[in-house]
C-alpha cells in the first residue's frame, strides 16, 4: 500500500497483514473466545422492575436506570396482546429486544408451575450468556406479582437476582381518592378480592385494601353491605391507565368494573 508522503513526493510503502483491520475474536466472538482459552463469562443478572400502577410518570428514577442499562427486557403477557406494564415503560426501551413470557391468568397449580419453570429456564439461559435482563411487572414485585415465581426460581438455580420497587396500586388509589389509608394506631390488610371468600377478612379490625376486584364486584358490594361497610367504601378502576374511573362511593360502582379495580374500606367511616 503507497501513502504519500508531503504532497506526494515521499512515497511510504507499508506492508498489511491478511486480517489488518478485523476486530480480535475476544470481540468479535466473546463467548466462544472465552470458552476456548478457558475463561469464565461473568453471568448476568436479573431484575424485576416495579414499574407502577400505570401511570408512566410514577416510574422511579432506579426503574428507569435498570431499564435503560439492560441488555433485553422481559414482558408478561397474559394472553390477548395483553402487555399491560409494557405500555407504561414504552418510551424509555425503544429499541431494547423484548423477550415476551406467556403468564396465563389461570388458577390450575400444575399449570401454573409449568409456565413458571419454563420462563425462569428461558431467562436463565439469556443470564447464562452474559445478558442483563429487566423483567418488568405491574406496581411492585413483592406484591401479588407473576415475577415473585420467577424470582425464586432463578435464584434456586444459582443466578443472581434481585427486585426493584415500585409504587403500588392501593397507593396510587389512595391518591386518587385524596385520602389516606391508615393513620396513627390503624391497621391495614391487603386482600386479593379476586381469588377467595373475603368474609373472615371483614372481622379484623383493620382498614381494607381489595385488589383486583373486578371479576367480584358485585359479591363484594353485597357482603360489604351485610356487615355494614358499604358505605364506608370507596373504588377507583384502572388507576393511571386509559379508562380510569373514580367512584368515591363503591356502592355507586357497576358490576361490570374492570380487573384493575382496587377498592379501599376506611374503619372510622371519614
Known sequence: ??????????????????GWGRAPASVREPRQ?????????KRGILYGVGVGPGDPELL??????????????AVPDKGAGEKTAL????????????????????RDQAVLD???????????????????VAFITLGDPSIYSTYLYIHRRVLAAGYEAKMVPGVPSFCAVAAQLGDGLCEGSDRLLIVPASHRDVADCLAVDANLVFMKAGREIGALRRTLAERGLLDRAAMVENCGMD???????FA????????????????DGE
Not at 473466545?33 to 463469562?41: D, P, R, S, T
Not at 379508562?243 to 362511593?249: S, W
Not at 374492570?258 to 374500606?265: A, P
Open 114 to 132: 409449568r409456565v413458571r419453570d419454563s420462563i425462569a429456564a428461558e431467562l436463565c439461559g439469556l443470564l447464562e450468556e452474559g445478558k442483563t
Open 33 to 41: 473466545y472465552m470458552k476456548k482459552e478457558g475463561l469464565a463469562m
Open 252 to 267: 355507586e360502582a357497576p358490576e361490570d368494573s374492570g380487573y384493575f379495580s382496587v377498592v379501599v374500606v376506611k374503619r
Open 60 to 73: 422511579t428514577l432506579k426503574a428507569r436506570r435498570i431499564l435503560s442499562e439492560a441488555d433485553v427486557i
Open 87 to 106: 405500555n407504561i415503560v414504552k418510551d424509555y426501551i425503544q429499541g431494547k429486544p423484548l423477550h415476551t413470557c406467556a403468564a396465563p391468568m389461570v
Open 1 to 18: 500500500m503507497l501513502l504519500g508522503g508531503e504532497a506526494g513526493r515521499f512515497p511510504i510503502c507499508l506492508a498489511l497483514s491478511p
Open 243 to 249: 379508562g380510569e374511573r373514580v367512584f368515591p362511593r
